[in-house]
């Protein structure tokens, strides 16, 4: 029996909120071990791309043009999607809470809602807008209400840069990009963005310290490498390669709605693998978020008409 095409997308959507939501918990240990923000993404970033490499390579099978006539995505989705969006969202939590500025990137979907619309010149549906209110309730109520405060404006100009470098993230992943398969866009994404954010962290913009020492790890203690791995390979690898298949898909509004639920999938994995405790308010805000992803799908959205599904296979 074949499998609809947005039930496809809707899996891997899963598997990619899933998957970022991961990070968190392990690369927390990092931080606390004397690890810099920009030092663990750059690695994160290399070790993924190498991971999805022999992958990148099976899916072009020797169509190596296909690859030359897609280097502008890849050029967007590394330096724009990955690395910039990156950079300054680590410039933001320098001087705004981490709450905030995760609240403002992920403000993401409204810029797309607001880019199609000045685009098409045609109002959203009312549902759009319904579920558009909804998501970003419940993203404050998961994030927390105290993340909405007055804030250094250089913060919240550079949180507001990620939130677009997010919204171009989904844009570029739900376009054909001339065939390109969507691990290929992930791998080479991925490789591309790491020396950009180690030239990042050479030029001194951002602190760029690591140790590779134990690390605490769950209770316990572990090689530094333990965590970053599974990071590289869950949390980055797979969650890009995913959600890059899923933007494609199901076309970027409704995959940057889902992706919301990265923040409720990070808040549970802190609760099972760190203890942190979870309350009544961030369960409300899932729900909400999971009303507005509902009311957003709700609506045949005119985008994907213009991205239809690529026949890139699948590896």
């Not at 992920?106 to 558009?132: D, E, H, N, Q, Y």
């Not at 995913?242 to 919301?260: D, K, M, Q, V």
């Amino acid at each position: 029996m074949r499998v609809p095409p947005t039930s496809t997308g809707l899996v891997a959507a899963a598997v990619s909120f899933i998957a970022f939501g991961t990070s968190g918990a392990f690369i927390k240990p990092l931080l606390e071990a004397g690890w810099s923000p920009a030092a663990a993404v750059t690695v994160r970033a290399l070790t993924a791309g190498l991971v999805l490499l022999p992958f990148v390579v099976v899916s072009l099978r020797g169509r190596w043009g296909v690859l030359r006539q897609a280097r502008w995505p890849v050029v967007g989705m590394g330096v724009v999607g990955v690395a910039i969006t990156q950079v300054l969202y680590f410039a933001a939590i320098q001087r705004i809470p981490v709450a905030t500025a995760l609240l403002i990137e992920f403000l993401a979907p409204l810029i797309l809602v607001g880019f199609t619309w000045a685009v098409s010149r045609r109002t959203p549906a009312p549902v759009v807008l319904v579920g558009s209110v909804l998501a970003v309730a419940g993203l404050v109520l998961v994030i927390g209400p105290g993340a909405i405060r007055a804030v250094d404006p250089i913060g919240l100009a550079a949180a507001f840069g990620a939130a677009i470098g997010c919204a171009a993230y989904f844009l570029i992943a739900a376009r054909p990009n001339d065939g390109l398969p969507p691990v290929a866009l992930a791998g080479a994404g991925l490789l591309l963005a790491a020396p950009v954010l180690a030239l990042v962290g050479v030029t001194g913009l951002l602190p760029f310290t690591a140790e590779f020492g134990d690390v605490p790890l769950f209770g316990g203690s572990a090689p530094w490498w333990v965590p970053l791995l599974v990071v590289a390979v869950v949390g980055t690898a797979l969650a890009y390669a995913s959600g890059i298949t899923a933007s494609g898909i199901l076309g970027s509004r409704l995959a940057s709605f889902i992706a919301l639920l990265e923040v409720v999938s990070a808040s549970l994995f802190a609760w099972l693998l760190l203890g942190e405790a979870l309350t009544p308010l961030q369960f409300a805000g899932g729900a909400l978020i999971l009303g507005g992803i509902a009311a957003v799908r709700a609506e045949r959205p005119v985008e994907p008409a213009a991205v239809p599904v690529l026949s890139a296979p699948h590896s």
